[in-house]
């Protein structure tokens, strides 16, 4: 289930989240690659494991307002299936490589980092390069993400090819569909069980994610 920024308080927060820096101070510029606040979005799913091994996340069905029974996961008899989880998946540009890949967040980053930035920065926000740098060892839990401005320059999302979503993270499935899942634990579909192992693609190599198709290309036009 898709939300709104303005929704993120009706949904479940998690602060949850996977990005490329393993090591303590390690650091790697970017772009966020959004333009404005409205395209932000975020998704209310669920973590679910599957029989072969790993997991995948699944849209919910319901919207925060609406009766458990509407989502067969929120009324799975497994604990961890009913759990929702809010996420954003922020696509980035990493500048100094020319890849593209998503950032899983939760809504601490949202509202404690992502959003002042956004709104100190204002339009296009795609046109600033930011030194994202990892506080924490390997495996902390606690660990934080410092990002610092390095400059502006007119870069607009045309400029680019395609930006990364998260539709092939998140998967979508209907309600008989979840429901033969909780039976099996698996999907119908093989593509859906191939990427299950994927825990650290969100920041790894360019991954294969779906793409929404941009006019332009014209990316990294800061000088360093």
Not at 88 to 103: A, N, Q, R, S, T
Not at 184 to 198: N, P, V
């Amino acid at each position: 289930m898709k939300f709104t920024m303005e929704q993120f308080d009706d949904y479940s927060p998690d602060s949850y989240g996977f990005f490329s820096l393993k090591n303590n101070h390690e650091k790697c510029r970017v772009r966020f690659l959004y333009e404005s606040l409205n395209d932000v979005d975020g998704r209310s799913c669920h973590k679910v494991a599957l029989k072969g091994g790993g997991f995948r996340y699944v849209d919910c069905l319901r919207t925060y307002d609406e009766p458990a029974d509407t989502c067969p996961f929120c009324v799975s008899d497994v604990t961890d299936d009913r759990k929702l989880i809010s996420r954003i998946w922020v696509p980035i540009l990493k500048v100094d490589k020319d890849e593209m890949c998503l950032w899983e967040r939760g809504k601490s980053f949202w509202q404690k980092q992502l959003y002042p930035l956004m709104v100190e920065k204002g339009q296009p926000f795609c046109g600033n390069v930011f030194t994202i740098e990892r506080n924490g060892e390997p495996g902390d839990i606690n660990t934080t993400y410092d990002i610092t401005f390095e400059g502006f320059d007119d870069t607009v999302l045309d400029d680019f090819e395609e930006i990364p979503t998260a539709d092939n993270v998140v998967l979508t499935k209907s309600y008989d569909e979840m429901t033969k899942f909780l039976k099996t634990r698996t999907f119908d579909d093989e593509k859906s069980q191939a990427g299950s192992d994927r825990r650290n693609s969100v920041a790894g190599d360019a991954p294969e994610f779906p793409t929404r198709s941009r006019r332009g290309v014209r990316p990294n036009t800061l000088e360093e």
